[in-house]
């Protein structure tokens, strides 16, 4: 079994203690109470775990109510079905953005923020526990909670910043909670001192590291106040581009990247096997572990493996995901030259040829050798044959003619285990946070100061890891001698395919306010692959395997590109007003003292403030 640090049944496992009647303080939301955790480490994980478990991302780094910023709201893989998506449609109303929550509930953001802080506040009054174990669970209480208020922060902007368990009996208790909204600045303060806090008295490394994977280090912190700092200096919060907001940014993430360095942090070798490396694992910064055990009535799967496999390959194999043509030609040659700058000559039908590796890694097409459902030699095909869609003999072809490769196990990974008739339990974990994403931080910030030699060192090294040719100028592909907003753009479209289908695009171009001038009328263009129908060998279905992709290609395959071939609802439209979310109405009519966000109907709160 692979461990995760969470408490996935606080409730049953603190019962189950002698003598713990009442463990749970039903209105302290499921934290322990501060009579039974009092000098107690054991009771105090057990309640920690509990924040853990509330708190930690999931696949993809959902953690919103509303699940936005997923694939298909960019161009990696757009909308691919027939039903409005509002975000895209520009149709988003006041109340379809509910992350603010307007309940009294554990489970929603200012509920999880409430167990945190009784956590806090019970921990902080403890004066029977040693002081080093109580400040170090303090601090991991701490960094969720600043990650909890940096996820409703990138969404609305500034919103009441509560540090302190609100009592929630009687008519004073209930008039103490209407709290307005900080300013948004007043909310990045408060996260870089949570932060501060949680950098502090955080390890750098815990000991017994198989112990305690998944527990956040102090790295992590540093990491996590680098990239909150980043989206502070952005134009999207930062829209007159006040240096001291990059300086801040550019210390917070240089530091971040000192920190994990000297920890040990480091790239993986392989790009393609980031994930499958658990405990230990280098350039795992913030993580969420799953487990596998088949055995373990709690159990916690990811469902990333089943959702994004070839419908074909597996009964729960779900084909999302699917990459766009778009994202196809985002990917640079290997010698890390875009199409059409490069040596390497590119055309459209020969589109996978002398690309950069990480393509192969993560986006799987017609013909690709794909070692899946434990067949080492496995090819997908997928392509059309006298008006009939094929796939190994299926007919679920994928509605673009590519499926998303990245993170799903396959029988050439070392060590792997997964029964590919059931892949809904595969336990592979989420990194959140990656080493790559603290180097390409730590560029962006050092570009935006002017320090263009350390941008150049980390996305050099980034792209040294992808396998991408260094050139005769050892610049693996970069231009030479770039402008701060040149290496800014570059950065920008190193992340995309970097971070390819890892929950990244959508928030890079929305805190770099480019949603509308890089999405606004696009519907995606469909790539479709067809089998020629003059000049194919009678057996080809049974020799394609043998042969050459390239000759496959060039003798036996067309590609029609289609414009607008992919949305069959309306050309996406992002609006301005996106930017900063508005409120849900019910939560301004259960408290007096909350201001709608400007832009939004009867809206006077501004979240550039």
């Known amino acids: 079994m692979k461990k995760k640090y969470i408490l996935w049944s606080a409730l049953g496992a ?31 994980n057990i309640a920690l775990n509990y924040i853990y478990n509330q708190n930690l991302p999931d696949w993809g780094g959902a953690t919103a109510v509303s699940g936005i910023g997923g694939s298909v709201y960019t161009e990696e893989s757009y909308n691919q079905g027939s039903s409005q998506n509002k975000f895209l449609e ?12 307007t309940a009294l509930n554990a489970t929603n953001n200012y509920g999880k923020i409430r167990t945190i802080n009784t956590f806090i506040a019970d921990l902080e009054k403890d004066n029977l526990m040693d002081k080093g174990a109580k400040s170090r669970l303090v601090a991991q209480a701490i960094f969720f909670r600043a990650w909890r208020y940096f996820e409703l922060v990138k969404l609305y902007g500034g919103v009441p910043m509560i540090t302190t368990p609100q009592n929630a009996v009687g008519a004073e208790a209930i008039e103490a909670a209407f709290v307005p909204r900080n300013t948004t600045t007043e909310c990045f303060k408060q996260m ?73 942090a480091k790239l993986i070798t392989d790009y393609g096997k980031i994930w499958f490396t658990e405990v230990g694992n280098t350039e795992a910064v913030f993580v969420t572990g799953y487990n596998t055990s ?6 916690r799967n990811s469902g990333w493996e089943a959702a994004n496999r070839p419908r074909y390959s597996t009964v729960s194999g779900g084909g999302s995901n699917i990459p766009s043509w778009d ?36 986006i799987a097409y017609n013909g ?33 003619g590519f499926y998303c490769r990245k993170a799903l196990q396959t029988s050439d990974v070392a060590g792997s285990t997964l029964d590919p008739s059931n892949t809904i339990y595969s336990g592979t974990d989420w990194i959140e946070i990656r080493f790559a994403e603290v180097m390409l931080n730590y560029a962006e910030a050092a570009a935006a100061v002017g320090k263009l030699d350390e941008a150049y060192t980390q996305v050099i090294n980034v792209r040294k890891r992808a396998g991408i040719e260094a050139g005769s100028d050892n610049l693996y592909g970069l231009k030479a001698n770039m402008s701060s907003s040149e290496m800014m753009n570059a950065i920008l479209d190193e992340r995309q395919v970097e971070f390819a289908f890892e929950g990244k695009r959508f928030w890079d171009l929305r805190r770099m306010r480019l949603l509308e001038s890089t999405l606004n009328g696009k519907r995606g263009t469909k790539a479709v692959i067809s089998l020629k129908t003059t000049g194919v060998p009678a057996d080809f279905a049974t020799t394609r395997d043998g042969m050459k992709l390239e000759d496959v290609y060039t003798n036996y395959f067309t590609i ?30 259960n408290n007096p003292l909350l201001k709608q966000t400007n832009d939004w109907t009867n809206g006077t709160f501004n979240p550039l403030e």
């Not at 520009?90 to 929550?101: I, K, L, R, S």
């Not at 949305?567 to 301005?576: D, F, G, V, W």
């Open 14 to 44: 603190m019962l189950s203690l002698a003598s713990c009647e009442s463990v749970l303080d039903k209105t302290d939301l499921n934290a322990a109470s501060p009579e039974l955790i009092a000098g107690d480490s054991v009771l105090a």
């Open 90 to 101: 520009g149709a988003v109303v006041e109340n379809d953005v509910t992350d603010f929550g």
């Open 192 to 264: 870089s001192a949570d932060l501060d806090t949680a950098i502090k008295y955080l390890p750098s490394v815990w000991i017994t590291p198989a112990a305690n994977w998944g527990r956040v280090t102090r790295g992590a912190a540093a990491a996590l106040k680098g990239k909150i700092l980043l989206y502070a200096a952005s134009p999207q919060f930062n829209p007159t581009n006040q240096a001291s907001k990059w300086q801040a940014a550019y210390d917070a993430n240089k530091a971040a990247f000192d920190i994990l360095t000297a920890s040990g």
């Open 294 to 299: 088949v055995g373990d009535q709690q159990r």
């Open 327 to 362: 994202l196809v030609k985002a990917y640079p040659m290997k010698d890390g030259k875009k199409p059409g700058e490069s040596k390497y000559t590119y055309s459209d039908l020969l589109f996978f040829k002398d690309r950069d590796p990480r393509f192969e890694k993560t």
């Open 368 to 400: 690709c050798t794909w070692p899946m459902s434990n067949v080492p030699n496995n090819r997908l095909w997928t392509y059309l044959a006298a008006g009939k869609s094929v796939e190994n003999g299926g007919v679920n072809v994928s509605n673009t």
């Open 560 to 589: 029609t590109l289609t414009p607008n071939g992919l949305m069959s609802r309306p050309a996406i439209n992002y609006l301005p007003k996106y930017y900063f979310f508005a409120l849900p109405t019910q939560a301004l009519n």
